[in-house]
């Protein structure tokens, strides 16, 4: 590798600063107390308090998930902080937001406000836990749909949150999901009433703040009859040494011909290049398709987090349903990722799509785990899914464990997975058209994960092409 | 693992103490295998290895070790003989059958029962047997090793080509008391060498009986080795076999595994690559009806640069059948140009049948070539409507069709005879299910 390409690789986390806001933090530690604590904190219902503490006496009894093709060393819940908020303050616009806050975004390069207009998203930015600031409320208010942090949904929808809420991922689900139902904080929320296509893409900002804070996030979108939803989520993280756990919920309803098109980019801080530091990213995201022709799709691009653990999933209930999972998973230096998806055929006549794309770099260790299953009694259930694996370097590893079970025989099951490198030819053959290695690696890189970019929303495939090449430039040569 | 142990493996694990072999290794080797199997616990569908294959039905049985061989009649046996066999080394109920079998003695290759092979070649089975074959694998393995008392030993000389296939037969008298057999075989082929093993499993009569059958084989230099494995049990035996596989430079491995028998079946066949440019073939079929159940584990663990694998697995599942395929390819760190390419495809013929599959990719080296496809479905429309549109019955198109799909890995066997005799068995499976 030459001395540029070794810059590259070695390139620092860019968003890597600490922003000092005055926290209202939770003592270290989970216990009744905590929950408690943190209901009260938020002011909440009892049916919600009761709903944390089942959660957490159900969690007592379990173990943490081995199986997953991950190591990392023990995590200490009890060293864990559960709450912390920034300090509580009325806003009523963007201008009234915190302004370290808002150098903390334009240090990310992307000032909320004018991403939030020019691109037409409301943004509904986590800081730590709470919602600080929601724009585009009243816009969205006028075609009737609710979309704020799940506090406030629980205040002014309480008949909502409380219908849906662990309707997807019940409580016991497992052991990180059992933690979020738990401790949740905040989250975002979002309600698209029978009939009505969201006129904007929505978003969410997240970021990790106070230094051990984890984040249990708890996101729960519910698109009536014949609605349409299309949902952003994206975040980057300071950086810091000790492993910050993170464990959000995401939990997705589709009624009869509604439609949910759910996209993340994820680029969590990974640790260094000896694997020190990180974010732990455990995630339990699901999808119900609940009525008749509804569609959920999942799109995700994930580059950070020294520990990805996820599996956005769909459980396709009712009838001519479909579910999609568009993946690319990108790993480098120590980052591990166990990551891929669930398509659950119930229904007659449902269909599903996986497209997953691994590129393992580095030192990293990168999994595709995924689950195909047709119920006894789901008709015509047609299934097709790719993975394809890059590894870059021969440190690395690319692993796929499909699960593929049919228990009914009009089912249509097919699986492919192929690996891939760039190659010292494709390299060569760039540079004997004058293009660099660098910008090759981008071509190719772009061009094996096309089937992905196409489905992210237009500004999120620009910032996800931005990604890989930056994570990625310079690993060959 | 469980603490108490299932009726099972006291059944099993509490039969009458061992003798000695009079060969202090092997008693050693038996007595660390029979310590583990008595640690061990039938495994659940808990344990990621056997989730999809449920032991229950087994695990409620108890099986007592075959007290006497039965004697088959010559006429049951003929039937099951291969004429175009160079040798033939026959079992009755795990028993070796001397009168019934068959061993030349010519240069360049020894075909022997375990009591003469420790008489004339016991350097070479100290150095061998158990080498390859874990006894620590799981409790089967570990109750075949700790009942180890007889084997088919194979022994090829380097630069020998053996002239005829070696059929290693295994007949099931069946009988009304359920007994447990542990059937052993162990294949050295030496550098260079050419032959062709047959394992056989049939089942002469009905009846519920237990098989644990172990392969070793060992592939040196620049061998080729080529295996066929025909699992015919009777519909309410119990088969959990293993294969251990370990091929040494430039040698070459071709598998054919056809299960077509038992109440429930398990083949798990782990092969590694020992040394650089080994070349591996694998092709399984699996057709089964009723309430069996076959499952067939592979893993082909490429630790060394310029390995090869083609690898194909069919699944036909009628009835309230159920067929398990785990499929893993491992590259390790290093093992740089291995092409490895996997196919699947599974048939299900009826409403209560099920398939799971389990394609396994694991690689830690860049430059390669992996690739595997799985595909589960019923017959194609299409070729059932040009079958119609040429004047076949819907039937007669089905049958015609599920066979050519089994057909695929019949075809890969390179011994006429046995191919022709299978696909007549395949054929009949066909109008059978339908």
């Known amino acids: 590798m030459s001395a540029v390409i070794q810059d590259l690789v070695n390139r620092p986390y860019e968003a890597g600063f600490v922003t000092p806001i005055e926290a209202d933090v939770a003592p270290r530690g989970l216990s009744e107390e905590t929950i408690r604590l943190i209901s009260a904190k938020k002011r909440e219902p009892d049916w919600l308090l009761e709903f944390r503490l089942q959660a957490y006496r159900h969690w007592l009894t379990m173990s943490e998930p081995k199986w997953p093709n ?15 908020a920034p300090k509580p303050k009325k806003l009523k616009s963007m201008d009234e937001v915190d302004p370290e806050l808002m150098r903390t975004f334009e240090k990310l390069g992307v000032p909320m406000n004018e991403r939030a207009a020019l691109a037409g998203v409301a943004v509904d930015v986590i800081f730590d836990s709470v919602s600080v600031a929601t724009t585009y409320k009243q816009k969205l208010a006028e075609v009737g749909i609710i979309f704020c942090s799940i506090s406030e949904a629980v205040a002014s929808h309480p008949e909502l949150v409380r219908k849906y809420l662990g309707s997807v991922v019940p409580p016991a689900d497992n052991y990180y999901a059992a933690l979020n139902s738990a401790v949740f904080t905040d989250g975002s929320f979002c309600f698209i009433p029978k009939g009505v296509k969201c006129p904007m893409d929505l978003s969410t900002y997240f970021r990790i703040n106070t230094q051990d804070s984890g984040q249990f996030e708890r996101t729960l979108i519910v698109a009536e009859e014949g609605a349409a939803v299309s949902y952003l989520e994206g975040c980057t993280a300071p950086k810091f040494d000790t492993n910050q756990l993170h464990a959000a919920v995401v939990e997705l309803v589709a009624l009869d011909h509604a439609d949910i098109k759910y996209s993340t980019v994820q680029n969590w801080y990974a640790g260094d290049e000896n694997g020190v530091g990180g ?3 455990f995630v339990t995201k699901r999808g119900l398709c609940k009525g008749a022709s509804s569609k959920i799709s999942w799109t995700q691009v994930e580059t950070g987090s020294a520990i990805t653990w996820k599996y956005p999933s769909c459980v396709l209930l009712g009838d001519n349903s479909i579910g999609e999972f568009y993946s690319v998973a990108l790993t480098n230096h120590r980052q591990q990722a166990d990551t891929g998806t669930k398509m659950i055929h119930l229904g007659n006549n449902t269909r599903s799509r996986i497209i997953s794309k691994g590129i393992s770099a580095g030192h990293s260790n990168n999994s595709y785990r995924g689950l195909v299953k047709i119920g006894a009694k789901a008709d015509n259930a047609r299934n097709y899914s790719q993975c394809d694996s890059m590894l870059i370097g021969s440190r690395c590893g690319a692993n796929t464990f499909p699960y593929i079970q049919v228990r009914n025989r009009s089912a249509q099951v097919e699986h492919e997975a192929t690996t891939s490198k760039i190659g010292e030819d494709q390299l060569f053959y760039f540079a004997s058209r004058g293009v660099g290695a660098e910008e090759a690696v981008s ?12 489905q992210l929303p237009m500004e999120f495939a620009v910032e996800a092409t931005k990604l890989l090449g930056l994570k990625l430039e310079g690993s060959v040569g | 693992m469980v603490a108490a142990q299932s009726t099972f493996l006291t059944t099993l694990l509490g039969s009458a103490p061992q003798r000695s072999t009079g060969m202090a290794w092997l008693d050693r080797v038996r007595a660390a295998a029979l310590e583990r199997a008595n640690a061990a616990a039938v495994p659940s569908a808990r ?11 087994l695990a409620r049985l108890s099986f007592q070790p075959r007290a006497q061989a039965a004697a088959p009649s010559t006429q049951a046996v003929a039937a099951r003989l291969l004429p175009q066999a160079y040798a033939r080394l026959v079992f009755v109920d795990g028993v070796f059958a001397e009168a019934l079998s068959s061993l030349p003695s010519s240069a360049g290759v020894r075909v022997m029962a375990l009591e003469q092979a420790l008489r004339d070649e016991p350097a070479l089975l100290e150095a061998q047997l158990a080498r390859l074959g874990a006894y620590e694998h799981n409790v089967f393995t570990a109750l075949n090793t700790a009942f180890l008392r007889e084997a088919a030993v194979v022994v090829v000389d380097p630069g020998h080509a053996v002239s005829g296939p070696i059929h290693v037969l295994h007949l099931a008298s069946g009988s009304a008391e359920p007994y447990a057999i542990y059937p052993r075989t162990l294949l050295v082929a030496g550098a260079r060498s050419r032959c062709t093993l047959i394992e056989d499993f049939v089942a002469l009569g009905e009846g519920a009986y237990f098989s644990a059958p172990l392969a070793e084989v060992s592939i040196a230099p620049d061998a080729a080795v080529s295996h066929i494995r025909l699992q015919r049990e009777a519909a309410s035996a119990f088969q959990i076999a ?10 070459t491995y071709r598998l054919v595994h056809v299960a077509l028998g038992a109440r429930l079946s398990r083949l798990e066949v782990s092969v590694v690559h020992g040394a650089t440019a080994c070349e591996t073939a694998i092709d399984g079929l699996a057709m089964i009806g009723a309430r069996q159940l076959a499952d067939t584990h592979t893993s082909v663990d490429h630790a060394h640069p310029e390995g090869r694998l083609r690898q194909t697995h069919r699944c036909v599942a009628g009835g309230a059948a159920h067929a398990v395929f785990n499929g893993k390819i491992l590259v390790r760190d290093g093992a740089q140009r291995t092409d490895a390419a996997q196919s699947f495809r599974g048939l299900l013929l009826s409403e209560r049948a099920q398939i799971d599959a389990k394609p396994q990719l694991e690689i830690f080296a860049d430059d390669v070539k992996c690739a595997h496809g799985a595909a589960i479905g019923q017959l194609d429309a299409q070729a059932l409507f040009y079958l119609r549109s040429r004047g076949l019955g ?13 057909a695929e890995v019949i075809e890969r066997i390179a011994v006429p005879a046995v191919r022709s005799a299978l696909a007549r068995v395949v054929l009949e499976r066909t109008r059978e299910a339908a």
């Open chain 1, 279 to 281: 974010i732990f990213n």
């Open chain 1, 443 to 454: 071509m190719i890189i772009n061009g094996f994960c096309k089937d992905v970019f196409q």
């Open chain 2, 394 to 406: 819907e039937q007669q198109a089905r049958n015609l069709l599920t066979y050519a799909f089994a």
């Open chain 2, 242 to 251: 293993a294969a251990f596989v370990e091929q040494a430079r430039g040698s």
């Open chain 1, 70 to 84: 991950v190591h990392y060393p023990p995590i200490d819940f009890q060293d864990i902080i559960y709450y912390a």
């Open chain 2, 47 to 57: 344990e990621e290895e056997w989730r999809f294959t449920d032991l229950a039905p």
